[in-house]
C-alpha cells in the first residue's frame, strides 16, 4: 500500500524499465514445510512461489521482506540470512526486455499467524518440501529454497 501512496501522480512503470527493479523473496520454512504464494499479477501470475515483491526507497531490503510477507500472507517472520541474489528477466518476442528485476532472496523465521491470501497473492499455503514437485516451480525458486533448507539444517 505505501508504494502506491509513494508513487501517486508518478506511477513507475514496470514493464519495459530502464532499469532493473529490486525485490525481496522471503523463503519461510516451518518444520519441513515452506510457504508458497499463488501469484495474482503478472510477472508469474497463477504460478506459485515464494513470498516477496518491492523494495520501496527509503527501506532496508529487511523491512521489505517483513512487509511483504505481512501484505501477502499476513504473516510475522523475522530475516535471517540473505541466500541468493536472482536475476529474472523477461523479454518479448522482439528480445526487448520487458520486465528485469534482481531478487534478493532470504531465509526468514515464521514468527506468528496463520497464512490467509491478500495484496497480489491468490492464494497461499505451508506445502511440505517434499511436495514441491507438485507445484510447478520455477527453476530458480526450487533452488533457492533448497540452499536455504540446507542453510538451515547445519546451523
Known amino acids: 500500500m505505501a508504494a502506491r501512496e509513494a508513487d501517486a501522480g508518478r506511477r513507475i512503470r514496470r514493464t519495459y524499465p530502464v532499469r532493473p527493479f529490486i525485490g525481496v523473496g522471503a523463503i519461510v ?9 499463488k501469484r495474482a499479477r503478472p510477472p508469474r501470475k497463477g504460478e506459485w512461489s515464494i513470498p516477496g515483491g518491492m523494495q520501496h526507497l527509503g527501506e532496508t531490503v529487511a523491512e521489505a521482506l517483513r512487509r511483504e510477507v505481512r501484505e ?6 523475522e530475516p535471517v540470512d ?12 522482439s528480445g526487448r526486455v520487458k520486465y528485469h528485476y534482481t531478487l ?8 506468528q499467524g496463520d497464512p490467509r491470501a491478500a495484496d497480489d497473492a491468490a492464494e ?13 516451480l520455477w527453476a530458480e525458486t526450487r533452488r533457492v529454497i533448497a540452499l536455504a533448507d540446507s542453510r538451515r539444517r547445519k546451523s
Open 104 to 111: 534478493v532472496d532470504m531465509l526468514a523465521a515464521w514468527r
Open 29 to 37: 520454512l516451518r518444520g519441513d514445510d515452506v510457504l508458497l504464494v
Open 82 to 93: 540473505v541466500v541468493a541474489v536472482v536475476d529474472s528477466i523477461f523479454r518479448d518476442e
Open 124 to 136: 497461499c499455503a505451508w506445502v511440505p518440501l517434499a511436495q514441491l514437485d507438485a507445484y510447478g
Open 72 to 77: 501477502e500472507t499476513g504473516l510475522e517472520v
